[in-house]
């Protein structure tokens, strides 16, 4: 799944709203209410992605190139400290990947996040929502990037 945006920022404002501690769960509220992301976004580092329940994704930084690209591999599932990686349900998409990749033209920036998972019939769901996710959390996006 391949979703694109251009924004009328630079590639330093995406990126900090993207990944801004408080900026993050402005734009994420888009796929849950609450969420929030609990990672310093390093290369290698653990990421736990959760809702206002503290429930969500364990996931890792796979590679950040700070105002370029930032991937992210999702590992399992967590739930208030409780972390699962060998459930029916997290095995059906574990291993997916997320990345960001941040280009800018004549002040523009051009936003593309990448998904990569598995496309059987049992994602199909997944899939679905995250098609209908994504451009909401893109517009939010757009929208505080292109504040002043």
Avoid: C
Avoid at 85 to 105: D, M, P
Avoid at 130 to 136: A, I, L, V
């Amino acid at each position: 799944m391949d979703f694109n945006i251009e924004i009328k920022a630079s590639r330093e404002k995406v990126w900090d709203v993207l990944f801004g501690e408080k900026t993050y769960p402005l734009w994420a509220a888009a796929f849950s209410e609450g969420s929030m992301a609990k990672t310093d976004w390093q290369k290698g580092s653990k990421a736990l992605f959760v809702d206002a329940s503290n429930r969500g994704m364990v996931s890792k930084i796979v590679d950040n190139v700070p105002n370029e690209y930032l991937s992210i591999e999702h590992l399992g599932m967590y739930d208030n400290g409780v972390e699962d990686y060998e459930s029916e349900e997290v095995k059906t998409w574990a291993g997916s990947k997320e990345s960001y990749t941040l280009t800018e033209a004549d002040g523009k920036t051009n936003l593309s996040i990448f998904m990569e998972m598995d496309e059987s019939e049992k994602n199909k769901d997944m899939i679905a929502m995250f098609g209908e996710m994504w451009p909401k959390a893109l517009t939010k996006v757009k929208e505080l990037s292109e504040q002043e």
